[in-house]
């Protein structure tokens, strides 16, 4: 009897007591297992890589472009003496004006002038000899005495001419309006055939020498119009026209050398002065991106670009001339290829991106 009251009582301490705790412990290992798949389905979720992209496509492009040059002068000549002798006559220095046709150099002529001297008696007498012959030819001189009589006279006139033409070199003329610029000698001094003396230049025909890459020299024409400013005039600006595109390029520097010539030559400028040169190259249709949009490393240049499964690709290109923000692309891309420009961190190829916005690219043309 005891005993069995004893297991009633064990019975129902076990279905009030045991069977609550069991319950609250099946609960807590379930909230336990769904905390877990909780925990797992965000840890299997993976981050989104958000790119912004624009399309590649042809634009027409200008760029402005600036260089620095020295101004020169258009029209210089270098004066050298055809006679050796010496120096009589130098008035000029450097700077001094000088007309047109006025004597800027004189030799000593004195032994010149005796030759010439002789020379003309020489032909008056051949000249008296032959004429005597020529008279007498059908009685007492053969025909080869009036032979050798016209013979003589054509040296000695020859000689004449040679003599007179010496005489006339032994002065040099300035062969237009100008100023001197350079003198290397003094009067007195005895010099050589063919030395340097002078040099003079026209202070109006003045023009300014840049050197430009040579990626830009396709880009402007003869004619083109630009603004020169001169630092010595107060930075005053004037205009000027390209005048001259020389055919050949620097190998060292890779540069081509631009003439641009004043229109017309500003009041005070002078050749040697320091000019800064504004031009702008010819509108033209490019296939361009925007120039952030490129990439370096060891193989080159690359930009990304991301396909129509939204997959990125790293593709290298051959990049060309860059106008303001925007870069033209010679091979590589096509027109319509979607290229990364924002997003780059962690990027990489073959990645799966999300495209966050699509751009449009902004007007080519930059000043």
Partial sequence: MIISKLDNTVSAF???????????????ACDDASKSDDNTATTSRKPVHV????RVGYQTVQSQLAASGTIEAGTKVRLYNEISGKITYLPNHEGDAVSQHTIVIGLDDTIIEAELAKATAT????????DRLEKLKQQLASADE?????????????????QQIKLDKT????PFDGVITERHYEPGDVVPMHSHILTMIDPESLHVMIQLSEKWIPLIQLGDKVEVQVDALAGSVHPGEISRIYPTINPNTRKGTIEVEFLPAPYGASAGQLARV???THPAKKLVIPAHALHHDASGAYVYTVD???????????KGVQFGNLLEVLSGLGDNDQVVVKGFNGLRNGKQVKIHTQLTEDNAKTS
Avoid: F, G
């Fill in 51 to 54: 790119v912004e992209i624009t």
């Fill in 123 to 130: 032909r008056e007498q051949a000249k008296i000899d032959y």
């Fill in 278 to 280: 504004q031009l702008k």
């Fill in 146 to 162: 009036v032979a050798r009589a016209e013979t003589a006279y054509d040296i000695a006139l020859a000689d004449e001419k040679l």
């Fill in 14 to 28: 076990s279905r009030y007591c045991l069977l609550p705790a069991a319950c609250m412990l099946l609960l807590a």
């Fill in 308 to 318: 129509e499964n939204n997959k990125s690709h790293k593709v290298y290109v051959k």
């Fill in 171 to 174: 002065t040099i003329k300035a």
